[in-house]
């Protein structure tokens, strides 16, 4: 069993950045044998992937956030982290921190086994 809490999340203006947090509650399996995932979820929109990283830590990016956007974790703290900066308008989403029970990350939210209840990004232009 895994409990994801994301925090960090809030109204920023254009050009601005932010850093979200996920701090796991895990029971059993160790935090860095699993893959973490960050997805978001505007409204009217489907679930999209931004980013994952694997217990290796290797790392993936959506094509809309390349290059303004870092995924990393920290194993002895149970967290994983989402450096947002240059953020666009179109950012704005609910952002949502998923596991993975896998040392390999996947892009698709049917793969991910816990998910956080998120939290709100805003991005004002």
């Known amino acids: 069993q895994v409990q994801l809490v994301e925090s960090g999340g809030g109204l920023v203006q254009a050009g601005g950045s932010l850093r979200l947090s996920c701090a796991a509650s895990?029971?059993?399996?160790?935090?860095?044998?699993?893959?973490m995932g960050w997805f978001r979820q505007a409204p009217g929109k489907e679930r999209e992937f931004v980013a994952a990283?694997?217990?290796?830590?290797?790392?993936i990016y959506g094509d809309s956030v390349k290059g303004r956007l870092t995924i990393s974790r920290d194993n002895a703290k149970n967290t994983v982290y989402l450096q947002m900066n240059s953020l666009k308008p179109e950012d704005t989403a609910v952002y949502y921190c998923?596991?993975?029970?896998?040392?390999?990350?996947?892009?698709?939210?049917?793969?991910?086994?816990?998910w956080g209840r998120g939290t709100q990004v805003t991005v004002s232009s």
């Open positions: 998923a596991a993975r029970q896998s040392d390999y990350y996947s892009v698709l939210p049917k793969e991910y086994n816990y």
């Open positions: 990283i694997s217990a290796f830590r290797w790392n």
């Open positions: 895990t029971s059993g399996r160790t935090f860095s044998t699993y893959s």
